[in-house]
């Protein structure tokens, strides 16, 4: 039995689900433990391709149970719209999809509240408009949240959606017209949800735990990236739940010391999207070039990504923060072409060389990346199923990230499509058990 972590090591956008995708074959479990539909995992399989917000990507593996965990943040009609579209593949969800009692539900007014937060605040952040974030605010302030557990019972549902809608049309004033917050139909449109919803939802505790002591083959299927953790990354814009290690334990149910095998996902190069300080960012042609090479634009938003390239000093903290036992570098085909390849491996700030990621973003706003450069290559990489049949400088390059970052890279993608990827042999597989 093993418990593997898949976890992002960067501003998301790693190539997650394609990873989850390969590895679910053996698998038996996969599982969501936190983000909402904030979250865009694709995965290309047959030629064709499929986008997930919500649903677990294993689900396109026939025998695989997909549990949405309780640290999930539950947008119904995103869900329902991701079942039908499954179903309409040729892919059954019957009796494969568990979603937690546990996980607190997006409303309409979390979504008025989010768009209205960024087309007002002098402080945009740069969120997908989901209402992600409002619904975690609601969960920390717990008075104004609702759990799947509570549309379960008719009478307590009516009853908080009753209060919340009171409350914040109190405390909102004019502002609070609309079907965002009108009572009758909000409660109509969830009552509807409830009767569809009811059978996928159960305590996933116990389901879990069972499968844990039964020797199941489990994935845990990260959103987002460290480098967007609402603790460790940079703040404020950053998601607004914990994606690193603890995250995936505390979002699914699973403890720690359960956990196996961590696989962090790291691109060749970096990217971000929306807002906040990126110090690799390149805003010339050859960012361009990486964002159309990479078909780097959003599966969520649709929203261009920034490029820039990789990044030593965030990967040594992400990594750290991960607990990674072996690296999964996606995307190194998009390399091919350069007749260079920079890797930032310090910072500097204000004059002094800095090796350590800062907590301020005004401070990572301010780096100058020190770079080290490596030669590229012109060999297309899309065939290629071997460590041993990567270009001198393209195994030069990975040797190098192995070297400076203490981690072997385990799995190299080269393409959008699962068969696309390869394992060098490098990787330490599951780590000792811990006491």
Known sequence: MTVTAIIGLQWGDEGKAKIVDVLSADADYVIRSQGGANAGHTVVADGKK???????????????????????????ESFFEEVDAVEESGFST???????????????????????????????IGTTRRGIGPTYADKARRRSAIRVADLMSPDVFKEKLAEIIKSRTRDAGTKSGGEAFDFGSILAKYEKYRERLEQYVCDTVPVLRDAVAAGKEILLEGAQGVMLDVDFGTYPYVTSSNTMLGGAATGSSIPNRKIDRVVGIAKAYTTRVGGGPFPTELLDDLGKQLREAGGEYGATTGRPRRCGWIDLVALRYSTYLADVDEIALTKLDVLSGLKFINVCTEYEIDGERVTEFPASAAAVSKVRPVYETMPGWDEDLSEVRRFEDLPQTARDYVSYLEKALSIPVGLISVGPAREAMFETGRGHGSRPKRN
């Not at 539900?105 to 979504?111: C, D, G, I, K, Q």
């Open 50 to 76: 499929y986008i997930f917000h919500l649903v677990p990507t294993g689900i396109l593996h026939p025998g695989v149970v997909c549990v949405v965990g309780n640290g999930v943040v539950l947008d119904a």
């Open 94 to 124: 019957q009796g494969r999809i568990h979603v937690s009692d546990r996980c607190h539900l997006v409303m309409p007014y979390h979504r008025a509240a989010d768009v209205s937060q960024e087309d007002s605040d002098g402080l945009a």
